[in-house]
């Protein structure tokens, strides 16, 4: 009788889920975070909808006032925890695998991922770098999710 080499497909799909719920609930904090930043945007006529295990939040009025900001302190995306907010579908489009790999670092680094974050700026800055670009968790964004860069103040 040949041996039963099936894959046990519960456990590990169990397993699956425990983790990922183990790392949304680490990245909860900012997420919640980014639900409270949504909720407004909603009501001034963004879209949020679930992709993934992310939320995402697009366009909308407050959209269109942050893509009138100066360029220098221009945001087209951000991301906490696990909710996704962009300007607009496009940008979402565009910078979409970006803002997943902060998802999965806010993941890894649970309630501690805003500290190392501004204190990886800092730490560049001191060094007389740029905050933003020479910042170790946006070169591994880059890196993995894109996009190239074109315009410095896509994040
Ligand atoms: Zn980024």
Redesign the pocket.
């Known amino acids: 009788m040949p041996p039963d080499l099936r894959l046990p497909m519960r456990p590990i799909r169990s397993r699956h889920r425990l983790t990922l719920a183990a790392r949304q609930l680490w990245a909860a904090p900012y997420s919640l975070l980014g639900l409270l930043a949504a909720l407004p945007a909603c009501a001034l006529g963004a879209r949020l909808r679930r992709s993934g295990h992310t939320l995402e939040c697009t366009g909308g009025q407050l959209g269109r006032w942050v893509q009138r900001l100066p360029n220098r302190h221009r945001l087209v995306a951000l991301t906490l925890g696990h909710v996704i907010l962009a300007v607009d579908a496009p940008a979402m489009q565009r910078l979409r695998a970006?803002?997943r790999v902060?998802v999965r670092q806010y993941e890894h680094w649970g309630p501690f991922f805003g500290p190392a974050y501004l204190l990886e700026s800092l730490w560049q800055t001191l060094r007389g770098r740029d905050a933003y670009l020479a910042n170790r968790?946006?070169r591994e964004?880059y890196a993995k999710g894109g996009p190239f860069l074109t315009k410095p103040h896509d994040?």
Request: charged share 30%; net charge negative.
């Open positions: 970006h803002e902060h968790f946006e964004a994040q």
